[in-house]
């Protein structure tokens, strides 16, 4: 079960029934299925507000979407589902407060990157347990890679305690397949504990699909243009299928994981697509475009019309500049926001010329903790900072060894003083706590160890690493 995309008037609810999950069919017969779902003020489900039933099939993976709409703004509700005698544990899900409301205070957690070999989920535990409104997951949440016991040079081996079924080990190509990988992610019981605590807001990232792809194409070899292609319709079928996402994000001509969540005067959350529109990166063809024009119009154009005190764009990949040649020279990485410098100042110019009120940028993918500087020219110290990025570890993805975090902290750092804090040995999340006045972001880390940063219990604790204030009217985070 989960929750996600609330508005003012109602939320989607999601659920799978598979009594199977690891078989291919979910373990249920290849017949239109009807599955009853309740609405309550309470989770004893003795003030019902809103029901319904809905027909799921086999072409769905016998997946229920359902788009509730009637509700009371700004308030928590409880909901469930049944299926003849079987009835599904109970979720919690919040509206978002009505058009033109000034609510006083809002939380969310920032999620991403959880290869579910390489560790335990246990940051989800921590985050259920946190006082939140939104959780808002940033891409990566399945990993398309074998699932293997065997430890490489690059990658440090299988994590927990025993592997799944033979069956969902292979890397996905096909639809069933990428069915079964989001099957054996969405079976962690501490993932399901974060969905059923509080609605998601969620977009993709590569992983999803293929490592670093793009509209240019995968980055596998031997992969032709036709069979990307097929994969790619595969992997946005299963992902959509798995996740709280509306119809207007379903597979076919209208999709479109681009979208905008507002809270009432206090929040526009722009939910952004990385991977769907970007041209092959070239940092000096101004024509280059990580989000595509249609976008990138739709970005600029609601940002600046917004009227929230806090206006948050998802970046998925890192947006800062990170020159990772040490002395004269410069080099980048390309898959992020690095290969498309001149996208990254349009938007940044628009944020700084059109008066954007306190913009701020959540990002993931790099599997590290970063807090940085947003400015137009980032090679000038001086240069205006005009926006405030918050970088969030990786729920479970393989990180920095201790070493190569000293490394970027020693050398890599005080060539770059937009970079205002880097850690990259801790897996975990960010919590963000936002009122009128403030914005604060706390930099959690759960109980990492092993060589490159593993999460080996599912009972590991969390502390903070730091924390930032963003102040209303000042781009820029203040370490308290």
Sequence with gaps: ???????????????????????????????????????????????????????????????????????????????????????SPTGRTRTAPAIGASPAAFALAVASCQDWQNGYFAAYRHISEEDLDLVVHLGDYIYEGEISAAGTEDTPGYARAQLPPELVRPAPRDLTQYRLRHALYRSDPQLQAAHAAVPWALTWDDHEVAPNWGTYGSAEPGESPEQFARRLAAARQAYYEHLPLRVSSA????????????????????????????????????????????????????????????????????????DYRVGPGQAFSTDKWDGYPHARRRLLAAVGNRGVRNPIVLSGDAHVTMVNDLKLDFDDPNSATVATEFLGTAIASRGNTLEEQEAVRNLVLPESAHIRFFEGYHRGYLTCRLDRATWRTELRAVDTSGWRGQVASPNSGVKTLASFVVENGQPGAILQ
């Design 251 to 322: 597979p076919g001509r209208r999709w479109r994981l681009y979208r905008r969540l507002v809270f009432g005067d206090l929040l526009q959350l722009n939910m952004t697509d990385t991977r769907s529109y970007r041209t092959v990166p070239d940092r000096a063809d101004p024509r280059a475009t990580m989000l595509g024009d249609a976008q990138e119009a739709w970005l600029i154009d609601g940002l600046t019309a917004s009227g929230a005190r806090w206006n948050v764009v998802t970046a998925q990949v890192l947006m800062a500049q990170l």
């Design 1 to 87: 079960m989960a929750s996600g995309d609330p508005a003012p008037d109602g939320v989607v609810l999601w659920t799978r029934l598979a009594p199977d999950p690891f078989d291919p069919d979910g373990g249920m017969p290849d017949r239109p299925v009807r599955v009853h779902w309740q609405v309550a003020h309470d989770d004893r489900f003795t003030r019902v507000v809103r029901a319904g039933t809905v027909t799921t099939t086999a072409a769905r993976a016998h997946t229920v979407h359902v788009e509730v709409a009637g509700l009371e703004p700004a308030r928590w509700y409880h909901y469930r589902f049944r299926m003849g005698r079987h009835i």
